[in-house]
């Protein structure tokens, strides 16, 4: 069982910038990862994706493409999730997941994966 845990949340004021990570305790090298966040009041939704291996395929969903950077160090069993020019309406809870190599680089939620808990973006003065 892969175990995935989400960092680098926290307070940030509009047009910040935050680092989140995703630590696995094992190789995601065979994993597509991808970020999901669910805001106050709203439905999860898949940030960004990134293909197994050496990440050559990346999605962002349209809010967040031009902010948002996905990458993964296969060494550090770790994925990024890097955000700039943060808004209000990007705070949420950011959660990662693992995906196998059948499903791919996906921005729908499922569940053949392995999830973290999350890590709080709260994006206000």
């Known amino acids: 069982q892969l175990q995935v845990v989400e960092s680098g949340g926290g307070l940030v004021q509009p047009g910040g910038s935050l680092t989140l990570s995703c630590e696995t305790s094992?190789?995601?090298?065979?994993?597509?990862i991808t970020w999901f966040r669910q805001g106050p009041g709203k439905e999860r939704e898949g940030a960004s994706c990134i293909s197994n291996a050496d990440g050559n395929t990346k999605y962002y969903t349209e809010s967040v493409k031009g902010r948002f950077a996905i990458s993964r160090d296969n060494n550090a069993n770790t994925a990024y999730l890097q955000m700039n020019d943060l808004k209000p309406e990007d705070t949420g809870v950011y959660y990662c997941?693992?995906?196998?190599?059948?499903?791919?680089?996906?921005?729908?939620?499922?569940?053949?994966?392995?999830w973290g808990q999350g890590t709080q973006v709260t994006v206000s003065l």
């Open positions: 094992g190789s995601i090298y065979y994993y597509a």
């Open positions: 997941a693992a995906f196998p190599r059948a499903l791919g680089c996906t921005l729908r939620p499922s569940n053949k994966g392995h």
